[in-house]
């Protein structure tokens, strides 16, 4: 129980099949120990072979790595469905020196850190940014934290 509470942690996940799916749902993709998270883009299905199934392609982005991902699934398949959970945080540090991006859970009240690694370099140049303009500003953002995926979303700069 504890593997799969951890496997999915930050996550809610839904069962759904191919025929349910929605552009922008998110599959998380398990190939042994490696597990995406797929953004879907396309899906289309094709017609009954002579074994009376159809099979849906199924093509989206790797949410980790940015590249094209292409599956193909039947129709009676079930996938996990992911919506990520988004903590509001509040910027504590960044310290590339000892790699760690330290940020204040304000539904928690706790500190939690980061490898600065696992934030996505867009999001990273934002925030580095407004401290070198603005030391004293207080960075808030929502925060997603998964086994798999670390983001920053809906920044808010007080200064």
């Known amino acids: 129980m504890a593997a ?3 496997k999915f942690s930050g ?7 191919p025929s349910d799916l929605k552009r922008k749902d998110i599959i998380m993709w398990q190939e042994g120990d490696d597990v995406k998270l797929i953004e879907v883009s396309v899906v289309t299905k094709s017609k009954p072979g002579k074994h009376g199934s159809a099979k849906y392609n199924i093509q989206g982005v790797n949410l980790a790595n940015s590249k094209n991902f292409e599956f193909t699934e039947g129709a009676k398949s ?3 469905i992911c ?8 910027l504590v540090s960044i310290n590339h020196d000892m790699d760690e991006f330290i940020v204040f859970n304000e539904a928690t009240f706790e500190n939690a ?4 690694k696992m934030i996505p370099a867009e999001a990273l140049e ?8 603005s030391p004293d500003a207080e960075i808030k953002f929502n925060l997603v934290d998964t086994p798999y995926l670390v983001n920053v979303t809906d920044m808010i700069v007080n200064l």
């Open 4 to 6: 799969e509470e951890s």
């Open 11 to 17: 996550m809610n996940v839904e069962i759904k099949t």
């Open 78 to 80: 079930n996938l996990h």
């Open 83 to 90: 919506t990520f959970q988004k903590n509001p945080c509040m």
């Open 113 to 116: 850190t980061f490898s600065v």
């Open 126 to 133: 934002k925030i580095e940014k407004v401290k070198e303009a």
